[in-house]
């Protein structure tokens, strides 16, 4: 597996700091959001390939903003351009996988209404992302959906496509489940894979991974179980005192992780 990190936890201001930084502090990838013109879509294809760094994902920017769930037509056109920018970076830069959180249950948005409205949305999409050979990967987050990796399955494989899949979070679903029963529940669906720390005590993310109370020896071996071999990418800000020395010791705590 090689190790990725998400852009905006990366020290510099500019991408080509950002990616010569990531080089140096141990990383072979980085993920990045959306990127809304051609001009900026070259410059960070062009930066990643001047520090040697791959751009595997790309993480959709307006699914919260903007739902595919949302009763407002004109606001799930909106998250379908989103969607449509975001596969115009993926191909640019040569990432294989666009993240989308799917929907989001509110008050005003039923369970049933979250799945029948972004499954009927992602159909509209999947012929352009065929097309350019980019997966969409539906991720688990706090938006109360799919909230069992036997509903997650479910929703994957009623597409019918290799070109939706799961892009999972390790620390995502810690309060309420065991990672390492979802990585070995979601098998060959697993696309792609962030790694944060959570605390079972205090019911919240770590700075650190090895800080978590999560089983790192069962993760490695459930992704071992399942010839997950894709990149890790970090979503945490990591602990130190400066920017560099918090994501240098990411970096080691991968390490040490994928050791194991």
Known sequence: MRKGIYLAFLPGESPEEKFVQAAALGFQCV????????????????????????????????????????????????????????????VEVGADTVLLVPAVVKPEVTYEQAWQRS?????????????????????????????????????????????????????????????????????????????????????????????STIDWAEVRQALRDVAYDDVLTAELPGEGETIQDKVRNISLEMDQILAL
Not at 61 to 67: K, Q
Not at 156 to 181: E, S, V
Request: glycine share 6%.
């Open 31 to 90: 993920e990045i959001p959306t990127l809304l013109t051609e001009a900026e879509r070259k410059r960070y294809r062009q930066a990643a390939v001047a520090a040697g760094i791959a751009i595997p994902s790309v993480m959709n920017s307006i699914h919260w903003s903007s739902p595919l769930s949302d009763p407002d037509p004109a606001v799930r056109a909106a998250s379908r351009e989103g969607m449509l920018a975001s596969l115009a970076t993926a």
């Open 119 to 211: 499954t009927a949305e992602i159909e509209k999409l999947l012929p352009a992302y065929q097309k350019a050979k980019v997966c969409i990967g539906i991720e688990n987050v706090g938006n109360k959906f799919l909230l069992s990796p036997l509903e997650f399955n479910a929703y994957l494989d009623a597409f019918g496509t290799p070109y939706l899949q799961a892009y999972f979070d390790i620390g995502n679903y810690c309060a309420i489940a065991y990672p390492q029963h979802w990585i070995r529940s979601l098998g060959k669906r697993l696309k792609k894979v962030h790694i944060k720390g959570y605390d079972q005590s205090s019911k919240t993310f770590t700075k650190s991974l090895l800080a």
